[in-house]
């Protein structure tokens, strides 16, 4: 039996929910496998630690966590409590650029008995790679002087190493599925890393030669997403394009609520973090009224990531199952509650054994 250890953070607000939900799937969904299990381990890592610490994480705790298989964690931030550039920069982005996970991976895929608020989606099934450690998110830059004459200055960096990578990890997908590969770029108006991003892109799908391609700019992109999203299969994107898309695509599912993300270490020298996009819902906490899909979906990301696909699968066929039995959270139109979600895809687990 294959015996993987997972770091679970679970969070701030309704990740301290939505975490154990999907815990409860996973485990359900081993069991029935029989070749694997779970052995998860807790740290309480959030914005009610760092009141007490000072820190959103110990300053050993990049060193633990390199001890797991992967990371699977919740949703982060309460801006009541902590500024969000603070708990973001001290554990999400903090574990996203130690650990390497040079790669983020967000689907949008329109779900059996999920609404989309497009009036034709046409069933879409894309896939947004966004860079995930370097582009705009960069933290070079700086302010200085004051008043009238204030200024700031941040500093976007596109390596090749990192633009090529995220590129190559793109078209490898792309050729699983329908070989299809849009380029998000914006060379008319970013005069220096977008015309080097198009010229990567040029350079590097020459090795891919079964994949169709087009490159678009972000905003005729964004429009394009939302007219006719099931043009796209695999969509690459800097670090700040694709984190715009990729909300857009949660929008267009149906709700940001069941989109999942996982952040790869391509290389796999170090562990990958696994988290839903959704935030952490301060207003709902504690209410039992989250919706537990994105984390869900989540897990069943790394399950893929772990080699366990058809398992994967059918983890997705259960949320399909569900969603279509109409057993929903109050977010997308339903009156359920996490736990009776959670336990009718469990129960759709099992008796599919």
Known sequence: MDKFEIAVIPGDG???????????????????HGGLSFEWTT?????????????MMPDDGIATLRGFHQIFLG?????????????????????RRE?????????????????????????????????????????????????????????????????ERVMRYAFQLAEKRRKHVTSATKSNGISHSMPFWDEVFRDVLKDYPECATISHHIDALAAFLVMKPHA????????LFGDILTDLGGAIMGSIGVAPAANLNVERTYPSMFEPVHGSAPDIAGKGLANPLGQIWTGKMMLDFMGY????????????????????????????????VTNTIIDYLRRRT
Request: glycine share 10%; with cysteine; net charge negative.
């Open 43 to 55: 740290f309480p890592w959030n914005c009610e630690y760092y009141l007490k610490h000072g820190t």
């Open 232 to 239: 796209f299969d695999v969509i690459v994107a800097s670090n």
């Open 99 to 163: 650990m390497q996970q040079s790669v983020n991976v967000r689907p949008a895929k329109l779900l059996n008995g999920l609404t989309s608020p497009l009036r034709n989606p046409s069933a879409f099934d894309l896939v947004v790679v966004r860079e995930n450690s370097e582009g705009e998110y960069s933290d070079i830059g700086g302010r200085i002087h004051q008043g009238s004459d204030e200024m700031a200055i941040q500093s976007a960096v596109f390596t090749r190493k990192g633009t």
């Open 309 to 340: 696909e058809e398992l994967g699968n059918l983890v997705l066929d259960a949320m399909e199952a569900t969603l279509a039995a109409g057993v929903k959270t109050g977010d997308i139109g339903g009156v359920s509650s996490t736990s009776e």
């Open 14 to 32: 309704i990740g301290m929910e939505v975490v154990p939900a999907a815990m409860r799937v996973l485990d359900a969904a081993a069991d029935i």
């Open 75 to 95: 949703a982060v931030g309460m801006p009541n409590l902590v500024p969000d550039h603070v708990s973001l920069w001290g554990l999400l982005i903090k574990i």
